[in-house]
């Protein structure tokens, strides 16, 4: 403070000084229920502060606002500090507000506001200020990254106050990071760090560092980094057709995938060169054959690489016969024959995708037909072995000779004939009628 602004301060004072000395002579009521009433604020580096002092019950008494210095900055209406960012807006016997642009952490501290009374009374008033982050920077990435290296990202920023927080985001996704804080006078210098193992999947991943703090209303300060990751070609072959048949049209395709771009294939067959290249055309990374047959039986491979290594696929490609097929029949058979195995293997497919509910009706009316035939054979069968046993049992008997009809009585053989002769007649008597 230079010799003007001491005089200046010095002259306020005792003018202030005989104000109360005439209010106090002139006046006949007590000055005990005055008091000044001020509010803690907090204002953001490089904003502007507010500071009123307010006295509800005043008789002309002057008021007074001072610095954490105590160096006075208004006496009334009076500017006692000569800096342009302190302005007065409002002064009256009951209230003084001054304004502070363009704060600054230096004008942090307690302010206090004076009421030039018998004693003086004096409201104190902290001023907070809020210290900004500065913009986030990252450290540590290497570009390009090699599929399987070990980084560490570091995130930075100064100047907070209090200290700041940092976040990590990997694409949309929060991740979790190492903190690091350090003071630094009256801000503080935050770090965060991040360990990756990098993989492919790690190409083109946009790693995201904010910062939150109470000072930034509005969008946070942040900083982003993409990983551009190498590494070695996967290659894999897609085909057109599930079963090749002759005569078809297939297309092999080889889809490689590597950084760089493993670009351009190689196709061979059996571990050689491709035999015929009027069918089988080759444009980029595709291999088409136009007309299939039993000479394209084999092993294709597709190989693709780049700086960090080399990968290949195999198809085994077997071309199958196309399905012939019987003339229809003049004479409808009495019931459907089923199909055999070969017929199966081709009508798989749409069978069992596209079933036809008339042909389940039809099998169901053939069974049903084949069970009639066998209940009416079983049946005449049964009835004929009936009939056969009673005939078999009605004729069952003792059946005799002619020697044996005659030999109860003869001596010997010949005179055993004689009497069954004999005995012929008497047999016609005894004749047996079977109804």
Avoid at 50 to 66: A, F, I, K, P
Avoid at 122 to 127: H, S
Avoid at 337 to 344: E, K, N, S, Y
Wanted: include cysteine; charged fraction near 20%; proline fraction near 6%.
């Amino acid at each position: 403070m230079n010799l003007k602004s001491h005089l200046i301060f010095t002259l306020y004072t005792i003018y202030g000084i005989l104000l109360k000395v005439m209010a106090s002579k002139g006046k006949a009521r007590g000055i005990s229920g005055q008091y000044p009433l001020v509010q803690n604020m907090t204002v953001t580096e490089g904003g502007t502060a507010n500071m009123t002092c307010r006295v509800e019950y005043n008789d002309n008494t002057s008021l007074q606002w001072s610095n954490p210095a105590q160096q006075t900055l208004f006496f009334g209406d009076k500017k006692a500090l000569r800096d342009n960012r302190i302005e007065l807006v409002h002064a009256s016997w009951s209230e003084l507000t001054i304004s502070i642009s363009d704060v600054t952490l230096t004008d942090e501290g307690m302010y206090t506001c004076s009421l030039f009374t018998m004693p003086v009374r004096t409201a104190k008033a902290y001023m907070t200020v809020l210290g900004v982050p500065e913009k986030p920077e990252i450290d540590g990435l290497t570009k390009p990254a090699l599929e399987g290296d070990h980084i560490t990202l570091t995130c930075m920023t100064q100047g907070s106050k209090p200290a700041a927080d940092l976040r990590w985001f990997r694409n949309e996704k929060e991740v979790k990071g190492a903190k690091e804080v350090n003071a630094s006078g009256k801000t503080f210098t935050v770090r965060s760090s991040l360990q990756l193992h990098v993989d492919r999947n790690d190409d083109g991943v946009a790693y995201t560092c904010k910062v939150d703090h109470v000072a930034l209303t509005q969008t946070p300060q942040q900083a982003t980094e993409v990983l551009e990751v190498h590494y070695a070609p996967r290659v894999q072959i897609i085909h057109s057709l599930a079963v090749p048949q002759e005569g078809q049209y297939l297309k092999l395709e080889c889809v490689s995938k590597g950084n760089p771009s493993p670009d351009p294939v190689m196709w061979t067959k059996d571990g050689g060169e491709l035999p015929d290249l009027d069918r089988m055309i080759v444009e980029g990374r595709e291999l088409t054959f136009t007309s299939l047959n039993k000479t394209d039986n084999g092993t294709y491979r597709c190989e693709a690489g780049n700086h960090l290594g080399t990968s290949s696929a195999e198809y085994v490609l077997y071309v199958y016969d196309v399905p012939t097929t019987l003339p229809p029949s003049t004479t409808p058979p009495l019931h459907s024959i089923p199909p055999g195995p070969t017929a199966l293997l081709g009508t798989h497919v749409s069978v069992a995708g596209n079933g036809d509910p008339n042909a389940l009706g039809q099998h169901g009316t053939d069974h049903a037909l084949i069970g009639g035939v066998v209940a009416v054979v079983v049946f005449v069968t049964l009835c004929l072995i009936i009939v056969l046993g009673r005939y078999l049992a009605r004729h069952k008997g003792t059946y005799l000779t002619n020697e044996a009809k005659g030999a109860d009585d003869a001596p010997d053989a010949d005179t055993a004939i004689i009497n069954a002769e004999g005995n012929h007649a008497h047999a016609e008597e005894k004749k047996e009628y079977f109804i």
